[in-house]
């Protein structure tokens, strides 16, 4: 039998108080960007922001800060231009700006035009444009919100359902946190929020879940054989450490896929792959440090026997 | 009949469902393209055929134009709104049914919008004019040139004024110079018209710009800032009467309009009569021009009456549509045509001038419209697949346009393919190292969750996307949940002493719910993402949902029927 871990006796519990501080400072990023979000300040990309993005290549290798200087340079200061690694496509290049038009003319051709003017020579071969009218950024990010609304509604109905109110609360509580966090450290690196990075974040909702589950699980069953006063801290560490080394595997083998996206899956799945990494990491540490802490801090203030 | 023998057939009955929803799919996906060609050459559209019956690419992958139209309800009559957005998809599926794209999807968005996907096409601009123009083919007189000489003498005065009070207050440096160029000083004439006449029309039109040079020209320009940039071109040589048809260089397009779209010259042009562009540009005189006319705002013709759309040629060999009129509506034609013989009837698409041709002789049956020299031949089958179409019933704009190279697509593809590939392989290295022959039956498990998921995304028609991709791969990390909660479970109870059937079974039982529990969770994002995500958000969902959903069944009673298949476990290599 190959284990990662032998049987462990991890005093996870009694780490709840360093847990609770590193939570409550990403917790107030997270809250941060969160606030963002909702007063409309976060860097919103341009599927909600509306705007226009063109990705093409040159036929001879320029500078990205070449192209960056003739493009803001002439007015979209706001554009965003990344360097693409393509297959048998080199110079590739995206360029994004929160305009669809300017001066009565569509923003992509004014781009294509400042790239012809200033690199002429050099010819530029466009590969995609995508050009959001601002009346259909609004109707994705209300989409969006439905979205959010109706799949943490599904979660809370089907938390209730299966727990009690104490422990619906607490893998609610740890679930928005994992959220949170990751949206928090997705603004410290300056990530826009896209449609795919929210994708991402209500998959991560459910991923982060279902970690939570299988620990309460474990402490249901473990609750119904120890029921001696004063054994609950106690349960509740065994628990997770029973449950630890599935934790660990499931976390590695959807890391894995995870982080294969990240480096294969190219540009278009970037930010969404690099969310669910970071999710798929706070998602473990929160079930093992965060979930389980919460309702032990719970029954210690008003003991109850948890069911 | 044992549970067991049960589970074999199920198992059986859904594999061979697997290849039958996949079989097409699997065909497509492993030819060559020599393979296709080959294909394509014994039985013509037989490609075609199968790539209808395989599993669909988004546009992502495959590339292709996707455009959000508005329908613009406030432009119609209320009474028209009701059906209009039912009756502008018809419109432009008639119209993209001629492009010959093999599998677009036009539906209803919400209350006034329509989604256009086209597959594999990939000229953005030509679908955008097709599917975006509403083509009311209007037929308008023009203006007398009496009238449109004193309207811009009027606009100059005004436009003037404006502008010398604008300098005396400082808001206007010079950054209007003076604009005329020998270039301009010189009559632009239609290629038609010959040397002779440029003469007589000079002379006819007393036209203060031809004469311009020089200093004088730089403190005229002050005096007609609109008149400076038109040169007239439009006249009748049989009658010597001019009409108001204007050259205007391209690059000073936009400053006519800026001047005509003012407020206070708004308000002086008479509402009888309006200012329209041409549909393109040409060239005169080696230069790019559009062409402005005057014409008067009735509607003497609507373009519904044409019958018999089809291409021709002009007199010079130029392309044309030409059309045939029967009945009452030839009649009509006929009546207007022979009133206004010697006099320019313009051709007027979406209040843009196809041309304004001089009408020689009363025309009953038979017309033609004439494009102008910048219309190319595509033009001209544009022109008569949305003449033949029909008009839409309330303009439309386009709110979101997505155009993807199918270089980008196959790139994708690839992506995909590593990232899947790469995936996979990892994951069930991992399991198999780490559970041995027990992850090896996980392992087999988890390439039929893919199986069945594939074969299920075709015989459901769904569109695979990038994202459904990243959701396939996603599914083959979290499936395999189930079996490491299985298999944990197993080693449980393996060390609380328990024989290895027991342990198997109790391993089982116990995690079932859990895994149940856990499944549900990404169920319930999946399905929100699925009703509220659209395009390829919407692929992320399908691919999630029913991997994790097939996997509940590969994960758990495949591993236990391929387990349950040994009797009398000594030893078990977990």
């Known amino acids: 039998m190959l284990r990662i871990i032998g049987d462990t006796n991890i005093d996870f519990i009694g780490m709840r108080k360093k847990a609770f501080i590193l939570s409550a400072l990403f917790l107030i990023v997270g809250l941060g ?41 002439s007015g979209f200061t706001d554009a965003s231009i990344q360097a693409l690694e393509r297959h048998n496509v080199p110079n590739s290049f995206i360029v994004r700006v929160k305009e669809t038009k300017v001066d009565d003319m569509d923003a992509a051709e004014r781009l294509l035009q400042i790239i012809n003017e200033s690199f002429a020579g050099n010819t530029f071969h466009l590969d995609s444009e995508h050009i959001i009218g601002p009346a259909v950024g609004e109707s994705l990010k209300r989409d969006a919100q439905w979205a959010v609304f109706i799949s943490v509604l599904g979660m809370i109905i089907y938390i209730g359902l299966r727990f009690d109110f104490r422990s619906g609360v607490a893998a609610t509580i740890a679930t928005f ?7 928090g450290i997705l603004l410290i690196l300056d990530k826009e929020l896209t449609l795919l990075v929210v994708t991402a974040l209500l998959t991560l909702a459910g991923y982060s879940l279902t970690d939570t589950v299988v620990v309460y699980d474990r402490i249901r069953e473990n609750l119904k054989k120890f029921r001696g006063k004063g054994q609950f801290v106690g349960t509740v560490n065994k628990s997770i450490n029973e449950v630890l080394s599935r934790t660990i595997m499931t976390s590695l083998t959807s890391l894995t896929v995870v982080v294969i996206i990240l480096i294969f899956g190219g540009e278009v799945l970037r930010d969404f792959a690099l969310a669910l990494t970071i999710g798929i990491v706070v998602g473990t540490y929160s079930s093992v440090f965060v979930a389980s802490p919460v309702i032990v801090e719970w029954e210690a203030r008003s003991p109850k026997r948890f069911k | 009949m044992k549970s067991q023998t049960w589970r074999f057939i199920i198992t059986g009955i859904l594999v061979i469902l697997g290849f039958i929803g996949f079989w097409n799919t699997l065909r497509l996906w492993t030819m060559s393209d020599e393979d296709k060609a080959r294909m394509e050459e014994r039985n013509p559209g037989s490609i075609n055929e199968l790539e209808k019956k395989a599993m669909r690419l988004g546009l992502d992958l495959q590339g292709g134009v996707h455009v959000v139209l508005r329908v613009k309800m406030e432009e119609i009559e209320p009474s028209a709104r009701e059906d209009a ?6 419109v432009i599926r008639n119209r993209v049914d001629f492009t010959g794209v093999t ?39 023009m203006e007398s040139n009496e009238n449109a000489t004193l309207l811009l003498n009027r606009i100059d005065s005004i436009v003037a004024e404006i502008r010398k009070a604008q300098k005396e207050s400082g808001e206007l440096t010079d950054e209007e110079p003076a604009q005329l160029s020998t270039g301009d000083s010189s009559p632009l004439i239609e290629p038609d018209t010959t040397a002779e006449e440029d003469d007589i029309l000079a002379d006819l039109l007393g036209d203060d710009t031809l004469a311009l040079e020089g200093e004088e020209g730089a403190f005229l320009s002050e005096a007609n800032p609109l008149t400076q940039y038109l040169d007239q071109f439009l006249y009748s040589s049989k009658t010597n009467t001019p009409w108001p048809g204007y050259i205007v260089m391209a690059k000073d397009r936009k400053k006519v309009e800026n001047m005509l779209n003012m407020t206070e010259i708004q308000s002086v042009i008479p509402s009888d009569v309006q200012f329209a562009w041409s549909t393109r540009p040409d060239v005169a005189n080696a230069q790019e021009v559009y062409r402005l006319y005057l014409l008067k705002r009735k509607v003497q013709f609507l373009g519904k009456y044409l019958e018999n759309i089809k291409l021709g040629r002009g007199q010079f060999q130029e392309n044309t549509v030409d059309f045939r009129l029967t009945g ?14 010697d006099k320019p009837l313009a051709i ?14 009363k025309i009953r049956n038979d017309g033609q419209i004439t494009m102008g020299s910048g219309a190319t031949l595509e033009d001209a089958q544009d022109l008569q697949i949305v003449l033949k179409a029909g008009a839409l019933p309330a303009p439309v704009e386009i709110i979101e346009k997505n155009v993807v190279g199918p270089t980008l697509g196959s790139d994708s593809i690839r992506k995909g393919l590593i990232s899947s590939l790469v995936g996979l392989a990892l994951v069930l290295i991992v399991i198999l190292i780490y559970y041995k022959i027990s992850g090896l039956i996980a392992d087999v498990a988890l390439v039929f969750n893919i199986f069945f998921l594939l074969a299920v995304m075709a015989g459901l028609g769904a569109t695979l996307t990038m994202p459904g991709i990243a959701g396939i791969i996603l599914t083959v990390g979290i499936s395999v949940d189930a079996n490491i909660l299985i298999f944990e479970r197993i080693r449980e109870e393996l060390r609380t002493g328990k024989t290895v059937r027991a342990s198997i079974d109790a391993g089982y039982d116990r995690a079932l719910l859990t895994i149940i529990d856990s499944h549900v969770t990404t169920l319930i994002t999946a399905g929100a993402l699925f009703l509220f995500g659209s395009g390829p958000i919407k692929g992320f969902a399908v691919t999630l949902f029913w991997g994790v959903l097939l996997s509940l069944y590969t994960a758990v009673v495949i591993t236990k029927t391929i387990f349950d298949l040994r009797k009398g476990y000594k030893t078990l290599s977990i």
Not at chain 1, 41 to 64: C, L, R, V, Y
Not at chain 1, 177 to 183: A, P, S
Not at chain 2, 116 to 141: C, H, M, N, S
Request: hydrophobic fraction near 45%; proline fraction near 3%; avoid cysteine.
């Open chain 2, 348 to 361: 007027v698409i979406d209040d843009k001038v196809e041309s304004a041709p001089i009408i020689s002789s």
């Open chain 1, 177 to 183: 946190h994992d959220v949170l966090v990751v949206l």
């Open chain 1, 33 to 73: 960007a969160f606030t963002m979000i909702i007063l409309n300040k976060a860097n919103m990309g341009i599927d909600f922001a509306g705007g226009t993005m063109i990705q093409g290549n040159f036929e001879q290798p320029i500078s990205i800060g070449s192209l960056r200087d003739a493009v803001i340079g």
């Open chain 2, 103 to 141: 599998e677009p999807i036009i539906q209803k968005q919400g209350d006034d919008r329509i989604i256009v996907d086209l597959p594999g096409y990939t000229d953005a601009e030509r679908a955008e004019d097709l599917i975006g123009q509403t083509a009311q083919l209007q037929f308008k007189l």
């Open chain 2, 328 to 341: 009452q509506a030839a009649a009509a034609f006929a009546r207007l045509t022979g009133a206004n013989i």
């Open chain 2, 85 to 90: 957005v039912e009756r502008a998809i018809q």
